[in-house]
């Protein structure tokens, strides 16, 4: 497995470098405080081609590799972790079901806009009563007077309700719904559809700028061409969309990792306690290396999920993999530099310090680690 990267991902990571140092680390600490979704950094990143990172020209995106995606992600992450959040948001789960299955008419109408940065897609998985469990979801998709009629409840949901968002991709049981083992279908609902209504912005201890909410749908009424794929197919979509959303999130961890051992080392090498600086101590110097060991370990299985994936090989362990160690790698290295730097680390006024409160998401998102557990363990035949 060859992971150095071609020319195109090497270009593309300076790009992202550049525009990260920048446009997005200068304003971290006030987009912090501020609390909401930076459309106007996401926009720009759309001019640059990075909205449509991993869809195909022909649909109006760059047509980038997964593995270019990764690197991407490790200089957009580095720089501030909630304009990294939404924009893998929309270029995986936000896209993708779309991309990968719909039909060339839903691609023209939705997936160009979000490809070419007009737009930001959101994915409606998770419900109150349903997270990990996908299947046990209750939001409804009736057949009435040609099209659906969608009655039900998301949660936690990003993406939808800022000023860019186009609407949201969402799953739903559809009829017969008495059956026991129940069928599931894709929808399009957008924006300023009758009857779809959401919650304000919701307030997590990380990912600040995150626009994440409740979305309701009271007999929502869409067209039969708001319907991506065949009805029955839509849990599998959406599970197969998560698949490239772990890899996504294995990169997001390992740009947090990479910020807060950086930070860790400035931070020793200028700190002196007993007439020395503290990167000199034995006990500092072993959490650096432990923390450089850990985070090579968790990269070359984040590329490897995702050289599998550009090679068109099954890829489901791996993601699942990656994502279980780099988000377990991201929240222990973000304490542990929290550490080093004592008191100071603490405070809000401090990078490590939103490192290290954006860390925790990232063992929840896109399945939890436990449901990560649960993948891996399937594949070993258990
Ligand atoms: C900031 C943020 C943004 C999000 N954005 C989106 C989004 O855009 N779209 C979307 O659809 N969802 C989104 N989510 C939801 C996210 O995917 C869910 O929170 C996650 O899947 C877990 O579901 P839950 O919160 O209902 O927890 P639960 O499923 O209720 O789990 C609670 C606990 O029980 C454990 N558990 C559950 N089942 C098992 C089991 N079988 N074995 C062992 N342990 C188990 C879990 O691991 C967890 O520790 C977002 C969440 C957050 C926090």
Known sequence: ???????????????????????????????????????????QMGELGLLGILVPEEWGGIGMSTVGFVAAMEEIGRADQSVAAAWQAHVTIGSLPLCLFGDDAQRERWLRPLAEGRALGAFGLTEPEAGSDARGIRTTAKRRDGGW??????????????????????????????????????????KDTPGFTMGPKLRGIGWRGLDTRELYFDDVWVPHDHLVGD??????????TLEVGRISIAALSLSLTQA??????????????????????????????DIATELEAARWLTY?????????????K??????????????????EAVQI????????ET??????????????????????????ARTLGC
């Open 149 to 190: 009629l969608i009655n039900g409840r998301k949660a936690f949901i990003s993406n939808a309700g800022t000023d860019m968002s186009f609407g949201v991709t969402l799953l739903a049981r559809v009829d017969p719904l008495e059956e026991e083992e129940p069928r599931f279908a894709s929808f399009v609902v957008e």
């Open 1 to 43: 497995m060859d992971l150095s990267l071609s020319e195109p991902e090497l270009d593309l990571v300076a790009i992202c470098r550049d525009f990260a140092q920048r446009e997005i680390a200068v304003r971290a600490a006030a987009a912090w405080e501020e609390a909401r979704c930076p459309t106007d950094l996401l926009r």
């Open 260 to 289: 807060v051992l950086d930070l860790a080392i400035d931070y020793a090498r200028q700190r002196v306690q007993f007439g020395k600086p503290i990167s000199k101590f034995q006990a500092v110097q072993f959490k650096l290396a």
């Open 304 to 316: 490897r999920a995702a050289y599998l994936r550009d090679a068109g090989r099954p890829f489901r």
């Open 351 to 376: 990078p490590v310090a939103r490192f290290y409160c954006d860390s925790k998401v990232l063992e929840i998102g896109e399945g939890t680690n436990e449901i990560q557990h649960l993948v891996i």
């Open 341 to 348: 730097h004592g008191g100071v680390g603490y405070m809000l």
């Open 231 to 240: 009805p029955g197919m839509g849990l599998s979509q959406f599970l197969r």
């Open 318 to 335: 791996e993601a699942a993999m990656a994502k279980l160690k780099a988000s377990r790698v991201a929240t222990w290295a973000a304490s």
